[in-house]
């Protein structure tokens, strides 16, 4: 029976919350699919940050490269900088892991009200794949004249041919595989004088290599404006990591609830561990609730189990939160329109497993 | 009587298409105020570039300086790199005039179908205050290691306190001026190490000036997502160069068509001329079939004339427009849900000033 050693890092907020329904959907789909897990629980947070003047251990990344995965729940939380903590943690974990590729699937799922007009489950499905360890996430750069009229500041970005080359043909490949052979690249290449014309060259480079995929590009302004405007043009949209994370914020926007959405960061050599997460923060503002929507991070398993080589059981998740969420009595937290609490959709997508 | 020098430049595309329809706008209005204009005519434009390898003249911009206010149309137009011709036009313009406010409304106008469920005009309805010189957009930076296996690029963005601070101020001004004080901050201090950080240093810095004014911020890829899921939450947004490109292209695709949506480029100090152009660009695959949308074009000349000094005539226009809109019978562009052409719009607009 196949066992995975499973890094169970809930994070700051509301990552505490929803975590604990990600593990009990494993536990009923493992038990089916004759499956187990190891699962190693770490509690790095902002709360070590204050403790510790850091995110994780100093042994951190040698703990987590034990694991067969990660799954993440959210970090940040006021008390802390967003960039200490982001930096210290997750960031930190994307890029040591070389995580270059980040998935995010954008689905309008049955029975949650969209901002859409005259959308219906089926018109807004595409794929969002995000470069996800350089380009605009970068620490090169500092201030300059520093308690001066003349103060500023300086953000470099770096974008490399190796870096942009594999994530583009990522997009390229996911394309063929998923059978809708047409990738829409995100670029900027009026503005941004150096990085989005290179950006734009590789893209028609790699582009070569895949002639029966059919390639657009738009800048990322207009590009905003038309997911929102005909989100049925889309199959698989390929950004830069600033590009990339607006893009796969917004879209899940669209359906409704951004806290659905998971969020595969994968080193697709498989020479690290990869890691998986909702798309959502960790909310403090509802933190303590008990009302977080734990579905971005049960579907986060879901693409876990898929990249552990785990399809079958991948797809009972899936198609449990699907009919869970189908029924008109379906439990559903505020952010859906219900009144239920983050354990009773838990619950219900556990039973349906 | 008073007189204006005006500079019209339509540039490329449908910039030529939607021009016209202004400036017969800016007559009927004109007459009916006692204004008039001296429109000084420039062909700037991608066949420059193709005849010169310049966008403009050697002189070109002390010819514009002889203007009171420049109206653009749209640069950019396939066989010219779009870094090229942007930053030998419009972004050079943009710079060399000192022209750091980009000041866009967002707002749902009469019988133009919405893509987001359940809005009417008043719903959404907002400014964007972008800053419109400095940050992201940027030449500094270069190619590295060109042609070896090793290549990339770098780019540079760059944020001084001055820029920073002069465009928060303006839109902390603006929320008094309106009458709606509150101030959103669009951000990515999460992210992006240094630029970001120091953004939202200044925000808070320059907000304690403005202690009745509500101040918000989010992270760019949430504050996307919000835009669709909650429009009416926002009152003024302020965002750096990129940040407020994209919010200004996304707000406007909410409210059903980028077209009708005015961009003014502003110098406060009036050192130099501000610039009007309407948010969308030049179009290629609809340029010559003269159905574009006039509307956005229209909107900026109402906001020259507002920068002008001339408040009368300007909301002369926008009146005249949200008649013309509000008619069921209305002449409507196809992006607009109709099928009337560049020219039916201008004409009733004109008319109905
Ligand atoms: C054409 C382009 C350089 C320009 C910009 O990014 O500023 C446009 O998108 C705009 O918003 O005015
Ligand atoms: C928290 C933040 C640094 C992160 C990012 O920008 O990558 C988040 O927004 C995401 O999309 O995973």
Chains 1, 2 share one sequence.
């Not at 505490?16 to 536990?27: H, S």
């Not at 187990?36 to 987590?64: A, I, R, V």
């Not at 590789?202 to 002639?211: D, I, K």
């Not at 079958?312 to 239920?340: C, F, H, K, W, Y």
Request: hydrophobic share 40%; with cysteine.
């Amino acid at each position: 029976m196949p066992n995975y050693r499973i890094a169970v890092l809930p994070g700051d907020g509301i990552g505490k919350e929803v975590m604990p329904e990600a593990l009990k959907v494993l536990d009923s789909v493992g038990k089916l699919c004759g499956i187990s897990f190891d699962y190693n629980h770490f509690d790095w947070s902002c709360e070590t940050w204050l403790k510790t003047g850091q995110m994780m251990p100093e042994d951190g990344m040698g703990q987590l490269s034990q694991n067969d995965a990660i799954l993440l729940g959210a970090v940040g939380y006021p008390g802390v900088p967003d960039h200490l903590s982001l930096w210290g943690l997750l960031l930190k974990i994307r890029r040591e892991f070389d995580q270059y590729v980040n998935l995010r699937p954008v689905r309008l799922l049955p029975g949650i009200p969209c901002p859409l007009a005259n959308k219906k489950p089926g018109d807004v499905d595409f794929w969002i794949v995000r470069e996800n360890v350089e380009g605009e996430y970068s620490q090169i750069g500092g201030r300059f004249a520093e308690g001066t009229e003349a103060e500023g500041v300086v953000q470099s970005a770096v974008f490399t041919k190796l870096g942009t080359d594999r994530i583009l043909r990522y997009a390229f490949e996911l394309a063929r595989k998923i059978g809708r052979p047409h990738v829409t690249s995100a670029t900027k290449s009026n503005g941004l004088f150096h990085s989005m014309p290179y950006w734009d060259e590789r893209f028609a480079a790699v582009g070569t290599e895949y002639p029966d995929v059919r390639m657009d590009q738009y800048h990322i302004d207009i590009l905003a404006a038309r997911f929102v405007m005909s989100p049925e043009r889309f199959d698989v949209v390929v950004g830069s990591n600033l590009f990339g994370d607006i893009l796969s914020d917004l879209g899940p926007g669209m359906t409704g609830t951004i806290a659905v959405a998971p969020s595969a960061n994968i080193n697709p050599e498989k020479k690290y561990p990869s890691m998986f997460e909702p798309v959502h923060g960790s909310a403090p503002d509802i933190f303590g609730r008990k009302i977080a929507n734990p579905i971005g991070q049960i579907w986060a398993a879901s693409m876990m189990l898929d990249h552990l080589g785990e399809a079958e059981a991948a797809a009972m998740i899936l198609q449990a939160m699907m009919d869970v969420l189908s029924r008109p009595d379906a439990a559903r937290t505020p952010d859906m329109g219900g009144e239920a609490r983050t354990a009773d959709v838990g619950n219900a997508i556990s039973q349906a497993v």
